[in-house]
């Protein structure tokens, strides 16, 4: 199968700061990758849809201006969380697709505690 | 699917014997359906799909079931071992597209040695 890898594996940051998460497709091109958010005990929840050289798409009650999201290249997605707060600790899953695809390849995923 | 509630159904079975793990989904227009394990503080890890043009298909020591009169998939795990304790999540999407799954609540899988 194909390997999406996200980075960092965890992350501890203070509330106010900004953390950047990385989501790169290593063996082949993602023309769409797509941001997910996971609660303890819960499902994964989507949070946006972005596709390379576009403006993400975000789904309802998900701040754009909060979660900065640029796909500039066929294999690099990143999330931004702008001015983090502790209730935006959650375990971050990025899942990338090749086109026409259905089959979407999920990365490790990326804890973030915000402090 | 709806996600609700903090708390994840759980089913336990004794090492050796089968298990069922169910699930609803949510859009009719679904065509694709996925089967995913998830292991604390790992990504969601494939373990079976199905199209809607079929009602079964098998793997290695998994089968998917697929009703699409009442929206609703299992997942048959045979044999069941210590290894296959995880959370399992049904994902569905449509269009065949670069669309998004969307997950159903998860069941979690608590095999007793």
């Known amino acids: 199968g194909a390997v999406v890898s996200q980075h960092p594996s965890w992350v501890i940051c203070k509330s106010g700061t900004s953390v950047k998460i990385e989501c790169r497709s290593l063996?082949?091109?993602?023309?769409?990758m797509f941001w997910y958010r996971q609660f303890p005990k819960q499902s994964l929840m989507l949070m946006a849809t972005s596709n390379e050289g576009s403006k993400a798409t975000y789904e309802q009650g998900v701040e754009k201006d909060k979660f900065l999201i640029n796909h500039a290249s066929l294999t690099l997605s990143t999330l931004t969380v702008t001015s983090a707060h502790p209730e935006d600790s959650s375990f971050y899953i990025c899942s990338a697709a090749r086109q026409g695809n259905t089959e979407a390849f999920f990365g490790q995923g990326t804890r973030l505690t915000v402090v | 699917g709806e996600n609700v509630g903090l708390h994840l159904p759980t089913l336990s079975v004794q090492e050796g014997d089968n298990s069922i793990i169910n699930c609803a989904y949510s859009?009719?227009?679904?065509?694709?359906f996925i089967w995913y394990k998830q292991e604390s503080g790992k990504g969601p890890q494939f373990i079976i799909d199905i199209r809607s043009n079929m009602d079964k298909r098998q793997g290695q020591r998994v089968t998917v079931l697929l009703n699409k009169t009442v929206k609703h998939l299992s997942l048959q795990i045979a044999a069941t071992q210590p290894g296959d304790s995880a959370v399992y999540f049904c994902a569905e999407t449509w269009n065949s597209g670069n669309t998004p799954l969307v997950f159903g609540k998860g069941t979690r899988l608590s095999v007793i040695a």
């Open positions: 063996d082949f091109q993602a023309t769409t």
């Open positions: 859009n009719s227009a679904s065509d694709y």
